[in-house]
Every structure is written in C-alpha cells, then in structure tokens.
C-alpha cells in the first residue's frame, strides 16, 4: 500500500457584508471571509492538501478564480470534486489534521459541526477530522482581525 502525506494553506480577508464559512458551516460573526468562492479557508486547505498529495497541483489549478462557473461556490463542492479527483488517481483519504487561526469568532462550540462536514464528504468517520482552533495572542494578520488562516495535513493511501 501506497502512502502519501500532503500539506495545506489558506488565508483570506475578513470583511463586512460577507458571510463566514468554515469547514463547511456557517458560522454567526459580524464579518465573513473574501473570496471568488464563500471563501472557506479551512476546505481550501484541506483541497490543497489533498492535490498536493496526490501529486496533483493546487486548488488554483483545479478551480481557478478567473473562471465564472466557480463565483460564489460552496466550498463543500470543490470538496467533493477534488475528493473524486484523487480517488480516480486511486487514491482515499485516511486522517486529516487542521488548524484554524482566528482571534474571533471562538470556534470550539463548532468543532464538532466541521468535523461532522468535512467527515461526510471525505467519506471517513468524523474520529478521522481533527480540527483544532488557536489565535496569534492579536499579533500579525489573524491578530489584527484582517484575516482567518488554516494549515491542514493529510494522509491518502493507494495502490
């Protein structure tokens, strides 16, 4: 059995009159994140993540933000299509392991919600989501409220 390990980033801008999408729930805040998509940092990593382990370039690559077909898109979607995109290189997924930058909104009452999500999708059991939430202590960017980041790291096998 093949084995790859594949890591991911994301960043985008909080700003007002935008919803606030992570790992696949909506979550009440008084701003949203910026995006060509609902901008969901957290399912934007874990794609990235995904392709890059399965050798397969990057979210941009697959679902590009100069194309209209992808404005305003559900996140869950690209899930989903990069989850088949991978499983026809034959691979599946394993584990994921994310962390979520944010000095607010606090998300450990959502955790479980985005666990449940992203589970559904990757068609693995939610023990195999672990999505954990940090601040900066209000330095850089996250700190300053301009914008969320998540890394995440997975693990595929194959063939």
């Given amino acids: ?3 790859r390990v594949g890591f991911g980033f994301d960043v985008h801008r909080l700003v007002t009159e935008r919803e606030l999408w992570l790992g696949g729930v909506r ?3 008084e701003k949203g994140l910026l995006g060509h998509s609902d ?3 957290l399912i934007h990593a874990v794609c990235d993540a995904l392709l890059g382990a399965a050798n397969m370039r990057d979210i ?3 679902f590009p933000d100069t194309a209209d077909e992808y404005k305003g898109i559900d996140s869950k979607v690209l899930l989903a299509k990069t989850v088949a995109l991978i499983a026809h290189k034959g ?3 394993e584990n994921m392991d994310a962390t979520v930058c944010a000095e ?3 998300l450990k009452e959502h955790i479980p919600a985005m666990q449940h999500t992203l589970a559904t999708i990757m068609n693995v059991a939610p023990d195999d989501v672990s999505i954990k939430a940090t601040t900066t202590e209000k330095l ?3 700190g300053r409220e301009e914008g969320i980041a998540a890394y995440t790291v997975v693990l ?3 063939d």
Wanted: aromatic share 12%; no cysteine.
């Fill in 1 to 3: 059995m093949k084995m």
């Fill in 60 to 62: 941009g690559y697959h």
């Fill in 140 to 142: 850089g960017f996250t």
């Fill in 91 to 93: 691979y599946r997924i």
């Fill in 104 to 106: 607010r909104p606090k």
């Fill in 39 to 41: 901008a969901d940092v």
């Fill in 156 to 158: 595929i096998t194959g």
């Fill in 27 to 29: 979550i009440a805040h």
